[in-house]
T-cell receptor, first 115, second 116 residues
Framework: AQTVTQSQPEMSVQEAETVTLSCTYD???????LFWYKQPPSRQMILVIR??????QNATENRFSVNFQKAAKSFSLKISDSQLGDAAMYFC????????????FGQGTILTVHP | NAGVTQTPKFRVLKTGQSMTLLCAQD?????MYWYRQDPGMGLRLIHY???????AKGEVPDGYNVSRLKKQNFLLGLESAAPSQTSVYFC???????????????FGNGTRLTVT
């Protein structure tokens, strides 16, 4: 079975600074997808970024980028120029290529942004 | 375009009571899912469906039943609620068709259920 581990229960960053959230996963599949979701206090689940395992290039979405290390099974999220609105719980998630889109989530990391 | 709608948003049950959580999506998605979220454990898959009339067990299915009689609706039932089922429940859907079988999930806003 696939597992996803987020080893940082909490992180904090100063506004305008950069922070990196860690995620590791375990799988025997070669075709899979990795995601970062943001959950603000409103409880809404918002997709931040998506990476396809067969793509070597790291995904980027504006201030959000990932460092995808396939051999190490590591998938970290970097938030640049942090904003107060980035404060939320962040979840790393895995989906196998043949899993009908089912996601396996990590435990989550609470990000606090200090003004 | 409402996306994924869950009802109710909040509910308090006594141990042994039953209830049904409703999920509706208007995106013509094939796949639908029910997750529960508990502190320190992320979201865990309860049941899922890959099409109208189909259901399958996820990681934590015990104590729950589901039905998908119509493509747009996915119902989660608790026949005899227990305090261990106190949680936030999320419904989600995804396209699932052809090359979009691993398209991102669209989530509802969750239902907070408390069982006393």
């Amino acid at each position: 079975a696939q597992t996803v581990t987020q080893s940082q229960p909490e992180m904090s960053v100063q506004e305008a600074e950069t922070v990196t959230l860690s995620c590791t996963y375990d799988t025997s599949e070669s075709d899979y997808y990795l995601f970062w979701y943001k959950q603000p206090p409103s409880r809404q689940m918002i997709l931040v970024i998506r990476q396809e395992a067969y793509k070597q290039q790291n995904a980027t979405e504006n201030r959000f980028s990932v460092n995808f290390q396939k051999a190490a099974k590591s998938f970290s999220l970097k938030i640049s120029d942090s904003q107060l609105g980035d404060a939320a719980m962040y979840f790393c998630a895995y989906s196998g290529g043949t899993s009908y889109g089912k996601l396996t989530f990590g435990q989550g990391t609470i990000l606090t942004v200090h003004p | 375009n409402a996306g994924v709608t869950q009802t109710p948003k909040f509910r308090v049950l006594k141990t042994g009571q039953s209830m049904t959580l409703l999920c509706a999506q208007d995106m013509n998605h094939e796949y639908m899912y029910w997750y529960r979220q508990d502190p320190g454990m992320g979201l865990r898959l309860i049941h899922y469906s890959v099409g109208e009339g189909t259901t399958a067990k996820g990681e934590v299915p015990d104590g729950y039943n589901v039905s998908r009689l119509k493509k747009q609706n996915f119902l989660l039932g608790l026949e005899s609620a227990a305090p261990s089922q106190t949680s936030v429940y999320f419904c989600a859907s995804s396209d699932g068709r052809g090359r979009r079988r691993n398209s991102p999930l669209h989530f509802g806003n969750g239902t907070r259920l408390t069982v006393t």
